[in-house]
């Protein structure tokens, strides 16, 4: 089937406009501890999914609005059976019931203990605000009393106050950015592989990935009882260092960082993957660099100081084909497994409400390094963290090199390491 459009949306939570370099940083100058920095008002984001599934919607959307909730609403009124599941991330959750009283007589009984798995969680103020949502689009969760509600949690966070005002919220904006793709050619097959651009990390570090890969004798090494060898895992590992090394150096929000070389797709030229191949020692004797050097896609080194690695979780993920042939690969998340550990309720009598995001965290705590050269993924007021969110869409090529049939939607959760399950389910799915 033809391929009539291809849209990139990007629903990224925001840095609110008072919001400094410095967000991250204790009183003696140095970056927070991960929790001291998540828990509380301090790491929440402007939140933007809603936001943009309104727009998409409109843009595309076959059923009322209105009637995409309704499963939501019900889930919420009637609730759920707590599971197996959730009562472990309770019972070993350290910060949720001592930070945010609404959340924890949500998630926990008059005894202070996680609810027991298999007790009914009914959520009536998550159902209201869904409601609200249905009738009246994001607006209703952007201003006004949900709005008024958000802020009120995140600045009035006793230990760790944030600075999400609602000016932060009525002022966000989704964006549509063009499509990030790259070629893909095995031995069998030639493939063009889409997705997010940045501040998305994902696309760009499984196509470089991939392609420094195709610069090796990966292809070669035969599969020993059914999983890759050691040879094989060594080659991809040195060419994620590599990938990584610049994710580091170079990505963050196109809106305040310049892409090297004025184009991201620098980083993807095959002579620039090839180059960055020759650095990998291979065969059986091949050790490894250890700690990879960002390189100079574009022949420009940009005067950045590399971002240091820091923890990242959280993700949910979607890939739907319809009949059709209609396609959405959607990544989104609160981060951490219960986000900021805050809970808005507006204070109307009813039980629940929903956990805040705690994005901000995807920000380079250290807005510079010891020579004072600024991170490119600092803390800056409306800017956009990085993620390594890596929806994805794979098509086939043609040979007049136009994208053919749609073969594939992917993506998944996993915070950091979503690049490599992406990376790891392309290579085995398409080689």
Known sequence: ALVKTLQAWDGREAAPAGASETLFLGADGKALPFHAAVVGGRSVGVPGVVAMLEQVHRKQGRLPWKRLFQPAIRLAEAGFPVSARLHRLLSTEKYLRANDRTAAS????????????????????????????????????MQGEVAQAMVRTVQGHAGNP????????????????????????????????????????????????????????????????????ADWL???????????ADRAQYVADPDFVQAPGGSWQALLQP??????????QQGPQGRSMQTAQPGEPGGVRAAWAPMQ?????????????????????????????????????????????????????????????????????????????????????????????????????????????????????LYSTLN
């Open 162 to 229: 944030g600075k999400l005002a609602m000016s932060d919220l009525a002022r966000y904006q989704p964006r549509q950015h063009a499509p990030l793709c790259f070629d893909y050619d095995t031995v069998a097959r030639r493939y063009a592989i889409c997705g997010m651009p940045p501040p998305s990390s994902g696309t760009l570090a499984i196509g470089q990935i991939l392609g420094i890969l195709n610069h090796t004798s990966a292809a070669k090494l035969p599969l020993q009882q059914g999983q890759p060898g």
């Open 271 to 280: 002579a620039y993957l090839q180059q960055r191949a020759s650095l990998i």
């Open 309 to 425: 690695a820091q923890p990242e979780y959280g993700t949910s993920h979607i890939s739907v084909i319809d009949a059709q042939g209609r396609a959405v690969s959607m990544t989104t998340t609160i981060e951490d497994q219960f986000g900021a550990r805050l809970m808005v309720n507006r204070g109307k009598g009813l039980a629940g409400g929903f956990l805040l995001n705690n994005e901000l965290t995807d920000f380079s705590f250290t807005p510079t390094d010891a020579a004072g050269r600024p991170v490119a993924n600092r803390v800056q007021p409306g800017k956009r963290p990085r993620s390594s969110m890596a929806p994805i869409l794979v098509y086939a090529k043609r040979p007049d090199g136009s994208r053919g049939e749609l073969l594939m939607s992917a993506g998944s959760p996993g915070g950091a390491l979503i690049i490599h399950y992406v990376a790891k389910t």
């Open 106 to 141: 949500y998630f926990h009984g008059p005894d202070g203990q996680p609810w027991p798995v298999g007790h009914v969680l009914r959520n009536p103020e998550y159902a209201a605000v869904l409601r609200g949502i249905a009738s009246q689009g994001a607006r209703f969760l």
């Open 234 to 244: 060594h080659l991809y590992s040195e060419a994620a260092r590599l990938a990584f």
